[in-house]
């Protein structure tokens, strides 16, 4: 496979984190490089550009640019989602209850694994489908899950359906719309609608619970999970 190179330089951005610049820059192991980046960021390091990467992997299988055919590029992203999740719950599952357990600790203590893991058996699996658009947060929940010991059917289920959805779903996407002109004449400001729609979710949840806050209504409304999310003593 070989990936041709790209004139298209993203200044809005540093080279590592700019996708075309990272597919590029992988050349005949582009699949390779592109399944690692979207593991790791699935697991154990949030700052990576598993969006716009996903969707210029689509486009450059459109435009010719890497020579596999969708299906198996598809196939191949979805497992590394898939794998990297398996990885982070596994961490938060082993690592997370020696943290929350450690005397005399602040800030890790077993009952925050408690009130998580209660958390997530009431709202885990939508979290965990709708965490994998969002960055950030898709690389966090899988920590949260394993120590919170979220059920492991439900957990993998769940992410299974996630990972679908979003690393097949945006490759997808970026093979449907790579050859409009408008978006290969475009790409800076497609990739940076990207990032904006991927963080509407979190400013929308922000707001909503800022208003909540001020209004005095987040105890009144709903105490359950009020008494549920897991929060720090300062």
Not at 42 to 57: E, H, K
Not at 105 to 110: A, H, P
Not at 133 to 152: E, K, L, N, S, Y
Request: proline fraction near 5%; charged fraction near 15%.
């Amino acid at each position: 496979m070989y990936l041709a190179a790209t004139t298209t330089t993203l200044a809005l951005m540093p080279n590592w984190l700019n996708p075309e610049y990272l597919l590029t820059q992988f050349g005949a192991y582009v699949i390779v490089g592109l399944c690692l980046v979207i593991f790791i960021e699935s697991s154990i390091f949030p700052v990576l550009p598993g969006d716009s990467m996903l969707f210029t992997a689509g486009l450059f299988v459109a435009q010719g640019a890497i020579h596999a055919p969708l299906w198996l590029v598809c196939l191949l992203v979805t497992v590394a989602a898939l794998l990297g999740n398996a990885v982070g719950y596994l961490i938060g599952y082993k690592a997370g209850p020696a943290l929350f357990n450690r005397p005399d600790s602040r800030f890790f203590k077993q009952e925050y694994v408690d009130k998580t893991h209660a958390f997530l058996e009431k709202h885990g699996p939508k979290a965990v489908v709708l965490a994998r658009f969002v960055p950030f947060v898709r690389t966090f929940i899988t920590w949260i899950a394993g120590v919170g010991r979220m059920d492991a059917k439900k957990y993998f289920t769940y992410t299974i359906i996630g990972g679908i959805a979003w690393a097949a779903g945006i490759t997808a996407l970026g093979h449907l719309l790579g050859n409009i002109s408008f978006i290969k004449n475009n790409i800076e400001a497609i990739f940076v609608l990207i990032v904006l729609v991927s963080v509407v979710p979190l400013v929308v949840e922000w707001a909503r619970r800022r208003r909540e806050r001020k209004n005095g209504a987040v105890a009144e409304t709903d105490p359950e999970v009020t008494q549920q999310i897991p929060r720090i003593d300062h």
